[in-house]
């Protein structure tokens, strides 16, 4: 299950990442683009194993880019790190900093390591974050 996860969430980042690069405007055309981004899937999908899928799909247009067994069911804790990741994207963009505080008890030890308990309490939501 864990290998899965991290097959689903690294596939996530390159989605992803190429997103971002093909709207770069050193590309000679969308064509080319959307080419190069379907190659490059399916190539990375084929790797990652034979039950994989993916379903990329222009926001602005709702057009389909490229798919890949896309109703496949999928547990949702395999995937749902990258709604979560795509959605504070789009929420606070790419410059945002979440809070997070970090608790612990214990010393730090040479070289930055932690010798003790450390806890992390994600931030984020700022509605919550007002009461």
Do not use: C
């Amino acid at each position: 299950m864990r290998q899965r996860f991290q097959r689903a969430w690294m596939l996530g980042l390159i989605v992803l990442g190429l997103l971002g690069a093909t709207a770069g405007p050193a590309l000679a055309s969308p064509a080319t683009a959307l080419s190069k981004l379907q190659s490059t899937l399916r190539h990375d999908v084929t790797e990652a194993g034979g039950s994989d899928g993916v379903l990329v799909v222009d926001r602005t247009t709702g057009k389909t880019l490229f798919s890949l067994d896309p109703r496949v069911r999928r547990l949702p804790a395999s995937v749902e790190k990258l709604y979560t990741t795509a959605t504070a994207l789009l929420r606070y963009g790419a410059t945002a900093r979440l809070r997070t505080d970090v608790y612990g008890v214990g010393s730090l030890a040479e070289h930055g390591v932690w010798n003790g308990t450390l806890y992390l309490r994600g931030g984020g939501d700022v509605w919550l974050e007002q009461l």
